[in-house]
């Protein structure tokens, strides 16, 4: 196969013809390129993935008509001098701002001036219309010193072709080009491949980037063609089912790229996805990510099976050496067989790999493909690509009910979806014949209700930790996961526009099942909890609500599974509540007994209980470093240890603590109410990942901490006496410590404080702290509202704990305006700067949320000043914050606040309904305010 390509590389000198003129070569690329620019402006389709007149076609036409063009500037064919492409151009993958990467190769039997002059004619054309050009000048034996030097010039010169001049001179430059890959691959390659990783920790990996490189990420364009180069060198073969496919769809994509921003580049940037996907003919942004998404994964995985045949391949030879080096020294001779050692029924681990044993029968052994799975995964072992190919192929004769497989994907490769808007539309509208209905009626790889030992070994696959995901992939590359779970189709390569996630839908269902499996020996029912895991957001697939919807799929999914009725209500339950516990921990007041009774009769059960809490942890850990942290963890396991004791008989009221605070805390208060005045501290503590919190230094021991783990936050903890109650009945003297009602304006206060010195709140919590053993002031009992924030900086070092004291007395007494600063410094910094594409902020009131309180729930983009415009508009409201919960994940701030009317009572419904549609237009209009280089709330 290889030999062939290069007789069709090196056959492809430009055709005979009248040499292009410059002029005529500016006209006739012009013409090529604004067709299809007109098109991208005017929202038209560019050329629809896959179509006639497509991107292969246009990238033909551009490399023909360059290489007359170069032809004519060279001149005649004389001996000796030959004009070369090389990397992109010479593959004749010529994208609208490709630069052209030129070798002018001579024989070194001209003058060195003669040459020059050649170059000048060459290359002075090429920079007067603007094209980029990468270009040199060698001999033949200086081409060969640099390549030996430099494996990115080796690389290219694999990739040459010759466009003008003496065309002996390039095949003899081929020739010794690909004699000396083959001959040095086996030092060569090993280098590629750190290269390749270096690549991957720089640009990440493709298809689960919101912007991602089509270049340079994993599974990019840069890791196709090294797949050729690999190919080339007859050490490994890459698999070519849909290789070659998905390069086109990432080339197509770059094209409009390039049209649709006017640059040179490969980053698909977010305001630019919308575009692109018009100009290649899809729906929308979502669809063309989804098919990019899967072209990158096709590439990735015939990257990853590549890659380990070639390191199979370089560990055979040096054990062939080392056994030629025995037998040479008279050592004994071991058998060249090194044997098939047994995993499951049907399946043995050969060479470093599950294959299937030489007696399996798939085609009658409906459960091999499961097991086969499972087996490899708890092996530690990839599953062979030919055992896979086998196990697909006995699948698709397993049940057959249609003639094509689910949804348009074509098996064997890698999922890539063959339509354009057609298949695009049905994955995202939710109209029409969805992925997971043709699924359904194409295949049925398994009997329904599955086998129990099917059941058995699904449950085998997703317990295996890491790895799992290799196997998994091996499967999805065949088009098996969609047959055995037809509406996964709905959320493969199906990308998040969060920050906060890190994978794509599918991806972070298969991250959730490996980080639930670590968690199995704390659950009574592992197999129910790797299982909820796999589906918790298998609703995000369709339109509505993911958690309700999924709880639909998940029930229809576990009987599938053959599951008993008890067990499929359980996983129901898990899937619709998989949010319950981190939304209640860290947005309600956990010392509010409705809190308590509300999240113990959604979930019922002791059982399900600590169900629901393993897989809300797998959940956090598998979405990304900011859904998970020490103080979350122990938020949830606060409330599940109070929602467990209501499940055993307690009551509500004896899991509602009185607020113990701590000594510093007390400390800080007593000094606040001695002084009259706000006093604060400022100190480092890492916020680390939950399951690190053991090794955590102690709070304030900045050597303490280990050089990776950096603090992501400082936390301030704010005392500020409380004035006076308002008119209303007074508290009884055995209320708990938060049933004094909070001051107005101390949290806007505090919060515009931050936000002048530029910091971003993570966190907040509020609540008042009675002194007894204090002397009472002019409104009775001593009591210090305690606000205790995690804070960060966006930029520079975190100012001085007595300049933010200054401010916030300042503040207090009203002295300083903050309202009037944060618009001079909004004024200061307003530029011009794209629209943003974020949601309106929405404002709701949680029904039953407590019973002493109103409870507000806000979610917004996070800017500058948003606290302070919250605290602002709840004080202008006349109710009084009776405790709050802020976070920020991500760009996003989700935020609970308590809130009585001044009798300390909560809010009537049609006032608290008024006050979050006020609240909810004040905020929207004043979305696009925020402005300046901080992020500060």
């Known amino acids: 196969m290889v030999e062939q390509t290069e007789t069709t590389r090196a056959a492809a000198a430009p055709e005979a013809g009248p040499a292009v ?5 500016a006209a006739a690329r012009l013409r090529l390129l604004d067709g299809a620019r007109n098109a991208v402006a005017g929202g038209g389709d560019l050329w629809p993935l896959g179509g006639a007149s497509s991107g292969p076609a246009r990238r033909e036409e551009l490399a023909r008509i360059t290489d007359q063009w170069l032809c004519g500037l060279l001149g005649p064919a004389d001996p000796g001098v030959a004009l070369v492409a090389v990397g992109g151009y010479g593959r004749g993958e010529l994208s609208p701002r490709s630069d052209l990467d030129l070798l002018l190769l001579h024989d070194g039997s001209r003058a060195k001036g003669e040459i020059a002059r050649l170059a000048d004619q060459i290359w002075y054309p090429v920079w007067d219309l603007g094209i980029a050009l990468d270009h040199s000048v060698r001999t033949p034996s200086e081409v060969r010193a640099v390549a030996q030097q430099d494996l990115k010039a080796q690389l290219g010169l694999l990739d040459a072709r010759h466009v003008a001049g003496d065309e002996a001179l390039t095949a003899q430059l081929r020739g010794e080009a690909f004699a000396r890959w083959r001959a040095e691959a086996h030092k060569r390659l090993p280098e590629a491949g750190e290269l390749a990783d270096e690549r991957t920790r720089s640009h990440g990996e493709l298809r689960f980037l919101l912007e991602p490189d089509l270049k340079e990420a994993r599974g990019g364009l840069r890791d196709a063609t090294l797949l050729r180069a690999v190919a080339a060198s007859w050490l490994a073969d890459p698999p070519r089912g849909g290789l070659e496919e998905a390069r086109r769809v990432l080339l197509d994509v770059r094209d409009a790229l390039h049209l649709a921003t006017g640059r040179a580049t490969d980053r698909l940037a977010q305001q630019d996805q919308s575009q692109v996907a018009a100009a290649v003919g899809l729906l929308d942004s979502d669809v063309l990510l989804r098919q990019v998404y899967e072209a990158a994964r096709t590439v990735a995985y015939a990257n990853d099976v590549t890659w380990r045949e070639v390191n ?3 560990r055979g030879r040096a054990g062939r050496s080392s056994r030629l080096r025995g037998m040479l020294g008279g050592g004994s001779r071991r058998a060249a067989d090194q044997g ?12 470093g790999e599950a294959v299937l044993a030489r007696t399996a029968r798939p085609e009658r052994d409906p459960v091999l493909l499961l097991r086969a799975a499972a087996a490899a995964a708890q092996a530690q072992l990839p599953l062979a690509p030919p055992a896979v190919r086998r196990l697909a ?22 999922g890539q979806t063959s339509t354009g808007a057609t298949s695009g539309a049905s994955a995202t509208s939710g109209t029409g014949a969805t992925g997971a209905q043709e699924a359904a009626t194409a295949y049925d790889p398994l009997p329904v209700p599955w086998p129990a030992e099917a059941r058995q070994q699904f449950v085998s696959l997703l317990g295996a930790g890491e790895a799992t995901v290799p196997v998994w992939e091996a499967l999805e590359a065949e088009g098996l996961i969609t047959r055995l779970l037809p509406d996964w189709e709905r959320v493969r390569s199906r990308p998040q526009r969060n920050p906060v996630h890190r994978f794509t839908v599918d991806r972070h269902l298969v991250e959730t099942a490996v980080r639930a499996s670590a968690l199995t020996r704390r659950v009574q029912r592992p197999d129910l909890l790797l299982v909820s895991a796999l589906l918790h957001d298998i609703g995000k697939g369709w339109p509505g609500d993911h958690s309700i919807v999924g709880e639909t799929i998940a029930r229809d999914t576990a009987c599938r599974m053959g599951f008993a009725a008890p067990d499929v209500e359980v996983v129901a339950m898990l899937v619709r509540h998989h949010l319950l516990l981190v939304e209640t921990a860290t947005r309600r007041d956990l010392d509010d007994p409705a809190t308590i009774r509300s999240v113990a009769d959604a979930v019922g059960s002791a059982g399900t209980l600590e169900l629901l809490h393993a897989l809300t942890e797998a959940d956090a850990l598998a979405t990304g470093p900011a859904a998970w942290s020490s103080w979350r963890s122990a938020l ?9 004791g209501v499940l055993a008989g307690e009551t509500a009221e004896q899991h509602t603590d009185p607020y113990v605070p701590t000594a510093e805390a007390e400390q800080l208060a007593s000094e606040a109410w001695r002084s009259g005045g706000p006093v ?22 900045r050597e303490a901490l280990p050089e990776e783990q950096e603090p992501v936050g400082v936390e301030l903890l704010v005392a500020v006496p409380a004035p006076p109650a308002p008119d209303g009945p007074p508290a009884p003297a055995t209320a708990p410590d938060t049933s004094r009602p909070y001051a107005m304006g101390v949290l806007p206060a505090v919060a515009g404080v931050l936000a002048l010195h530029r910091l971003t709140v993570r966190s907040a919590d509020l609540r008042v702290l009675r002194l007894p053993d204090a002397a009472p002031g002019p409104g009775g009992e001593a009591s210090v509202m305690l606000l205790s924030w995690r804070v960060a900086t966006e930029f520079g070092s975190l100012p001085l704990a007595t300049r933010l004291r200054s401010d916030l007395a300042r503040a207090l007494d009203g002295s300083l305006d903050i309202a009037a600063r944060l618009a001079e410094r909004e004024a200061a910094y307003r530029r011009p700067r794209r629209v943003s594409h974020a949601p309106p902020p929405r404002v709701s009131v949680a029904p039953a949320g407590s019973e002493v309180a109103t409870v507000l729930e806000i979610r917004a983009q996070d800017a500058q000043g948003l606290l302070y415009r919250i605290g602002r508009a709840l004080e202008g409201a006349g109710v009084i914050v009776r405790s709050a919960h802020v976070s920020t994940l991500g760009s996003n701030a989700v935020d609970a606040f308590y809130v009585t009317g001044p009798d300390s009572a909560p809010l009537p419904a049609a006032e608290a309904a008024g006050l979050a549609r006020d609240l909810e237009r004040d905020l929207g209009s004043g979305a696009a305010a925020p402005a300046g280089p901080v992020r500060g709330r």
Do not use: M
């Open 312 to 314: 199979r391949v370089l």
């Open 636 to 644: 949830v396991t606060d409330l599940v240890k109070r929602v467990a």
């Open 393 to 414: 192929e006995a699948s698709r004769g397993a049940s057959p009910r249609g003639s094509r497989p689910a949804s348009g994907l074509s098996p064997g490769t890698g």
């Open 340 to 351: 098939r050692t047994p995993l499951a029924e049907g399946v043995v681990e050969h060479d």
């Open 21 to 25: 003129r410059p002029g005529g070569y």
């Open 680 to 701: 604060l501290t400022l100190r480092s503590r890492p916020e680390g990942p939950a399951e690190d919190r053991s090794a955590a230094p102690p709070a304030g021991d």
